[in-house]
């Protein structure tokens, strides 16, 4: 009577573990728009910010502002971000560069410049290829993240336009065309350990 062979035993834990690792690994590639946002901008969102300011009022296409030099003019903003305090002191600044005066009471100038403001702010995003931490859920134990190429992106952009009047009778004089400007800072991991990060801003990183 011929011996039979007997059949290994299978180690279904591991053949499960494997199979989550797999699952893993095969959800974490692709893009992950889950960065949580900061309760206050953080140095970094603050550059791409105001610098982004600094293109669009010192880029190639300088737009000239239909006034005369030596006149006097206030001003007010509008629009939906914090930040726009800051544009509205660095236009002030860029105004005074070409010869304004400006006055901090609307009466005593003789024009008023409403700065409309569509955008001033950051996006972020990323991406992972490998799997992501992975932290209880099916499993009894914490995973680290294993990254064999991500990207965390951030980009900086404003948009605005300068609407001016003439303060004594409120007569609307012109718009100027839209102001913008971009900058960006992106940082990669490649192989778990090796980063590098690739930027347009001017500062000490």
Avoid at 82 to 103: M, N, T, Y
Wanted: net charge neutral; with cysteine; charged share 15%.
């Amino acid at each position: 009577m011929a011996a039979t062979t007997p059949t290994p035993q299978l180690n279904i834990s591991i053949i499960l573990r494997q199979g989550i690792l797999a699952f893993a690994l095969l959800t974490g590639c692709g893009s992950m728009n889950t960065i949580p946002a900061p309760t206050s901008p953080t140095a970094v969102q603050q550059f791409l910010m105001t610098q982004a300011v600094d293109r669009s009022l010192y880029g190639e296409n300088t737009m000239i502002i239909p006034l005369a030099y030596g006149d006097t003019v206030s001003l007010d903003t509008i629009g939906l971000t914090p930040e726009k305090r800051f544009l509205k002191s660095a236009i002030g600044g860029w105004l005074g560069e070409r010869g304004l005066k400006i006055v901090s009471e609307s009466q005593n100038a003789r024009y008023r410049i409403l700065i409309l403001v569509q955008a001033l702010g950051t996006e972020q995003r990323g991406s992972l290829l490998g799997m992501p931490e992975v932290q209880g859920g099916l499993l009894p134990f914490a995973l680290p993240e294993i990254a064999l190429f991500k990207t965390q992106k951030q980009s900086g952009y404003t948009r605005f336009r300068l609407d001016i009047y003439e303060t004594a009778t409120g007569q609307f004089i012109r718009s100027t065309p839209w102001f913008q400007g971009s900058t960006y800072f992106n940082e990669y991991t490649v192989l778990f350990f090796f980063d590098f990060e690739t930027t347009d801003l001017i500062a000490p990183f």
